[in-house]
């Protein structure tokens, strides 16, 4: 059976799983959805269509699934939810906005750590295994893919998309897209550095793919003749076999939006 706090305040029509833990003073909204063993800790406020998958937990002062700050919708009629799936962690402080009708909602993947005073706006798509530190700021419609850390007071412009294993310095603002497999830090615009090292070797990337990522970003911001897409069909005949490396030029080539901008003291 969930335990309930008697000061907490579970409004008719929330979906509460078995096992949940709701601390003193939380409000749970009448179309909030709980998975099982879900604990939110005190003061935590859900609201509109929130769903939180299986064993994640909510700490002090978190708000919720809220109405987003997108002036296009002040109705609250219009939002189109948010779901957090399994085993994140979601801390202090943290908001989290509901989706708009521009989309199907606000997703936040499994195995998330969102940490204290961090703020996802409207619209956003966050993978799984995401690190977000203090002080975080991501607005409306970005994408965050797999893995990807981002270091205290980060800054991510709208429809920003960061890649999967990527990480970025802390205070940077992030402007355009930021690539997989790489480090950006910078202000007031985060650049590219060099590719994440040490966080593709603690995933289990070999000296092969790493070399073979490296060729990739080393042929976009080194390479001296042609245009980028010249260079990269270069360089795709030397890394075809890779899937990482594939996958970077797949990023360049088709899923990047903003531009994945420029290159500072890049190896």
């Known amino acids: 059976m969930s335990i309930i706090h008697p000061t907490a305040i579970i409004h008719d029509g929330a979906v509460i799983g078995a096992d949940c833990k709701i601390g003193p003073f939380c409000i749970v909204g009448s179309n909030v959805v709980l998975g099982e063993r879900v604990e939110l800790v005190s003061n935590v406020i859900l609201d509109g269509k929130t769903f939180i998958d299986d064993d994640s937990i909510v700490y002090p002062f978190a708000v919720l699934g809220v109405m987003s700050q997108d002036l296009k919708w002040q109705d609250e009629s219009a939002m189109t939810g948010l779901r957090i799936g399994k085993r994140c962690r979601i801390r202090e402080y943290v908001t989290i906005h509901s989706g708009t009708p521009a989309s199907d909602g606000t997703v936040i993947g499994d195995d998330c750590q969102i940490m204290v005073n961090a703020h996802v706006g409207h619209d956003c798509k966050i993978g799984n295994s995401v690190v977000m530190s203090n002080l975080v700021q991501v607005a409306g419609h970005v994408e965050v893919e797999d893995f990807a850390i981002l270091s205290g007071g980060v800054m991510v412009l709208q429809f920003a998309r960061i890649g999967r294993n990527a990480f970025i310095g802390g205070m940077s603002g992030v402007g355009n897209d930021v690539l997989p497999y790489a480090i950006y830090d910078g202000t007031p615009r985060a650049v590219y550095r060099t590719i994440n090292r040490v966080g593709l070797m603690r ?63 890049a190896e």
């Open 203 to 265: 995933h289990g990337f070999t000296n092969e793919d790493m070399h073979a990522i490296h060729s990739v970003y080393a042929a976009v911001f080194r390479g001296e003749e042609g245009t980028v897409a010249e260079r990269l069909a270069r360089v795709r005949k030397e890394v075809k076999n890779n899937k990482y490396a594939m996958d970077a030029i797949d990023f360049i080539e088709n899923r990047s939006k903003r531009g994945i901008g420029t290159s500072k003291n």
